[in-house]
């Protein structure tokens, strides 16, 4: 059974950082595209980031460039995102999910997507 798997959410002040996790199981990350998504409360869920098969690729919604890192290690099935310098409008939950036909865009949009995860939260508060 394919399934994706999110981690390392929480609660951070502004200013922090978290490190977000998605692992793979039931398949090989290695023919799949990654983006990471978020969503949150009344919201609809936009692109973060991808990361292409290989990690040769990588692209960031505008809003979090310079302050979010997406990386990938096929050997361990996983795809990360570093998140740095957090602000409370980064709040939200967070999703990863996998494409097998795709491409990392510029634009990452949730239907070019087929498999996602259930999602880890973060909250940046005071």
């Known amino acids: 059974q394919l399934q994706l798997v999110e981690s390392g959410g929480g609660l951070v002040h502004p200013g922090g950082s978290l490190r977000l996790s998605c692992i793979a199981s039931?398949?090989?990350?290695?023919?799949?595209?990654i983006g990471w998504f978020r969503q949150a409360p009344g919201k609809e869920r936009e692109g973060v980031s991808c990361i292409s098969r290989r990690g040769g690729i990588t692209n960031y919604q505008d809003s979090v460039k310079g302050r979010f890192f997406i990386s990938r290690d096929n050997a361990r099935n996983t795809v990360s995102l570093q998140v740095n310098s957090l602000k409370p409008e980064d709040t939200a939950v967070y999703y990863c999910?996998?494409?097998?036909?795709?491409?990392?865009?510029?634009?990452?949009?949730?239907?070019?997507?087929?498999?996602w995860g259930q999602g880890t939260q973060v909250t940046v508060a005071t």
């Open positions: 039931g398949f090989s990350l290695n023919d799949y595209v």
């Open positions: 999910a996998a494409e097998k036909f795709g491409v990392c865009s510029a634009d990452v949009r949730p239907h070019d997507y087929t498999y």
